[in-house]
């Protein structure tokens, strides 16, 4: 038995030579999924816990053709909420990057949730 309470829409680009994108919409949140295919991850940020002007982790820098250069979604000032399901609200800078280190390391693909608010 499913519930209707919760939709989740995955969208496979399956014409992507490289299939490095899945996106799932799911309560205003996109999930951008990142393959290994590249050896660096490319993403600088910004914000945290210990920021006075904004406690939330947002994109900076996206290093042109590293592997987070791949999904255009990927733009300074858009949120990262999760790395892998783990949520990055109250997390400091050092934190959430140390997090994005470990899981590009470790994982294939790592999935970040994002918010496209540039507020």
């Known amino acids: 038995e499913t519930s209707q ?13 490289e299939n490095r994108k899945t996106l799932v919409v799911e309560n205003e949140e996109e999930i951008v999924y990142i393959s290994k295919h590249k050896t660096m991850l490319g993403l600088e940020i910004c914000g945290g816990r210990n920021d006075p002007n904004d406690p939330r982790v947002r994109v900076k820098q996206v290093t042109a053709g590293s592997a987070a250069s791949d999904d255009k979604r990927l733009q300074p000032g858009v949120q990262i909420t999760k790395v892998d399901g783990n949520s990055l609200q109250g997390v400091s800078m050092e934190e959430a990057n140390s997090m994005l280190q470990i899981a590009f390391r470790t994982k294939v693909p790592v999935n970040l949730g994002i918010q496209i608010r540039r507020a």
């Open 5 to 17: 309470d919760s939709l989740e829409v995955i969208v496979l680009e399956n014409n992507d030579a």
